[in-house]
């Protein structure tokens, strides 16, 4: 039998009443955030752990970048190009084996400085392998780093790093989330690895100074920063206000320099104050459909097609969105860089023809049922709505089925036919994207809602382990044709990010991502310029 | 009267019983967690780590019975996000509750019950009417709503209170106001009806008679006897300390257990979830408990009553 224990519900100091109300009435009441160099952001959550391997989420990634660095860093203000970060220089040894040189003079957070055991800790089992959390990191970064047989140190500043399989996008992983570098000291410093989870050390331009779960994250700028663009900010604060309203009077009345998290029909509001300004727009992420093809209605690819031909995305864009998003090429972005198939284009939209491929199919009005939730996504039901009536246009019978949770989208029954999805590039390739939600090993296929043809196993086999950059164009290039004539799902339009930002104080330039750039590149004050 | 205490305290015990696994059963039905909390992005194996990890794999009736025997031991669980104890979480989160909560009674007794007294007095002329308009007005407009119009009129138009948060003692101002509006409605309705019933009382003619001022009739002879319907009042009132600012929490941001109980269903973290319930539920009970014992010390006929019969 357990004993009673009690330690839990021992009242920390920081939260008795005294410590509410005592600085409360001490303080002169007004107390917004004019600071000259202060940044005050309002943020509808903070991360339950800033440790990028506990964490996979939007909340997290914007403050990863202020916080960490990668080896390679991705330049999203020029195309997703690949740059110098913690390594000066890297060599693709062979499909599986990439070397890094790392860069001298680099200085964590707690002084301590930055060499390659450093990165075989940040990729060892010891670290990415373990408990903690709602799930452990194993959960977390297996996608992203599971593959990975051995870091070997070189030498203090070279590391060798080698795949269990070959891989084509060895450098890009570790230019990407979850590979931010951490100290390897600030562990010894910390109580156990759960703790350090808590406040771990990086070498960004900011450094962790408070972190309060459901309240705050707050950050100083890091005066070694190694970057050539240096923390804006001397001090940052992201707090919690989950209401939008709330973050809008905030941003309004100057509590806030900028709100995150605005929904395209508060964009007109924040622009029409005197003070204020929406920012933002598209993100690396691809707003979609799923199309079960394991019944009796979908299992025939003109049906699925018709479907997909049957919807105008530009209309979703621009009554939903205000015009302020895009319609991707096909399942690629621009980012992909040296990938990008720039000559494809978006996915076309053709009524008539939707209907004659429906008439060929013999489809006789059969009920279609799209499960979707209410507000997982932004605009979820409305734009479900519209895609209903869109279908209905062309002949389809298709009804809206609404469920409140994902266990209930996903129940696996006869009437699963359509569903909502998001596609994140994790990295910008398709191996981030495409190859991740519909190949073989995407939640999807093992999961049984659609089968991987095996022409298409092919392809992708070389598409993720081919180092020859025109054999991928081709390859994918094959596997979006053949998609489009047999396709599990539909791409709609870019997932977006607005903000709201007090343009008296601040003017802000945030990148096509979620990473947040808080340095001289992504925020200027507006007395500085 | 020891037979007639031990009944509400079963009673008390037995709504808390339930209360724990109407919770339970609630939150274990309604989603599973593993695919709301790791999202939908989430493959098959990261899913069954995680239901292993927090023992969704097992039976129901296994789940129920070792959250029953933690409960007893005052173990609460853990919490799915981050791994500390429950009831941390929330009792970090009290005092927050506590600072708005307690000046909120303070000012929605201090406006509702002089309000209602008033009425009274002025029973069926204007002033009562538009006393009572402003307190179904005060009751009926949603606290969010409340809450928006004082933060667009005080923070956005005026720019003198901080919209959200604890900055200062000005923080304070808005919340309570939004809350005191309706509870100083509801007090002053209960006052007002209590007051005219008695008001209509042959002792009210009788003290009038014997040459007592009307204001004296009425502090001395009436209100006393109309504490008891407002006590009653007052003790569900205390009842919800805990869980009454759920919304004006939210639209303030402020950082108490109302906010934490939506981030947590939000989270999908069932146990903090539990837990809040939890001890919003006992205040509730404990708080009825309370009520029903101090109508014993009020109210000298009840426990007569009790004397009587048992002889």
Sequence with gaps: MRLLNLEPYMLRPQYSLPAYILPALMSVGIAFAANANELSIAVQKVPDSLDPALENSNVNQRIMWSLFNTLVTVDYRDGGKMVPGLATDWDVISPRTVEFKLREGVTFHNGDS????????????????????????????????????????????????????????????????????????????????????????????????????????????????????????EKVTFTVVPEVSTRIAGLRSGQFDIITEVGPDSLEQINKAPNTQSAGGPVENIRGLIYDSTNDILDDPSIRQAMNLAIDRQAIVDSLYHGRTEVPHGWQLDIFGDMFLADRSTPEYDPERARSLLDEAGYDGEEIVYRTQNAYYTNEIETAQILQSMWTEVGLNVKLDVKETWAQVMEDTEDRHIFNGSFTAYYPDPMGQFWRRFGPNGGWAQEDVFEVEPEMLRLGDTLSTSPDLEERRRVFSEMLDIFQADPDGAALHLLTQFFGVNTDRIELDPMPTLYLDLTTSGVRYQDQK | MTRWIAARLGRAGFTLLLLISFTFFALMISADPALQILGPDAGPEAIAAFREKWNLDKPLWYRYLTYLNGVLHLDLGLSYRTGEPAIHMVLDRLPATLALMIPTAIVSLLIGVPAGIYAAYMHRTTADRVTMLLSVVGLAIPNFLVGILLMYFFSVRLGWLTPSGIVGWS????????????????????????????????????????????????????????????????????????G????????????????????????????????????????????????????????????????????
């Design chain 1, 114 to 233: 930055f060499d390659a055991e450093d990165v075989a800790y940040t990729f060892s089992p010891e670290r990415l392998q373990r408990e903690g959390g709602s799930s452990g990191t194993t959960v977390v970064t297996k996608p992203f780093l599971g593959g990975i047989e051995n870091v070997e140190v070189m030498d203090p500043m070279t590391v060798r790093i080698t795949m269990k399989e070959p891989d084509a996008i060895i450098v890009q992983r570790f230019a990407n989330y979850p590979s931010q570098i951490l100290s390897k000291e600030g562990l010894k410093e910390a109580d156990s690895q759960e703790d350090y989870s808590k406040h771990p050390i990086g070498t960004g331009p900011y450094r962790l100074v408070d972190y309060e779960l459901g309240e705050h994250v707050t950050l100083e700028a890091f005066g070694n920063y190694w970057g050539e663009e240096k923390a804006a900010a």
């Design chain 2, 171 to 242: 923080s304070f101002i808005m919340p309570i106001l939004t809350m005191a509006t309706a509870e100083a409605g509801i007090f002053a309705r209960f006052t007002r009806s209590a007051m005219i019933e008695l008001l209509q009382h042959p002792m009210v003619e009788t003290g009038m008679a014997s040459g007592f001022s009307r204001w004296k009739v009425l502090f001395v002879h009436v209100l006393p006897n109309a504490a008891l319907p407002l006590l009653t009042v007052a003790g569900l009132f205390m009842g919800s300390l805990i």
């Design chain 2, 244 to 311: 009454g600012a759920v919304i004006t929490e939210n639209v303030f941001s402020w950082p108490g257990t109302g906010r934490l109980l939506v981030e947590s269903v939000g989270a999908r973290d069932f146990t903090v979830v539990q837990t809040t319930v939890l001890l919003i539920g006992s205040t509730m009970i404990l708080a009825n408990l309370a009520v029903d014992l101090s109508y014993l010390w009020i109210d000298p006929r009840l426990r007569d009553a009790r004397q009587v019969a048992r002889r």
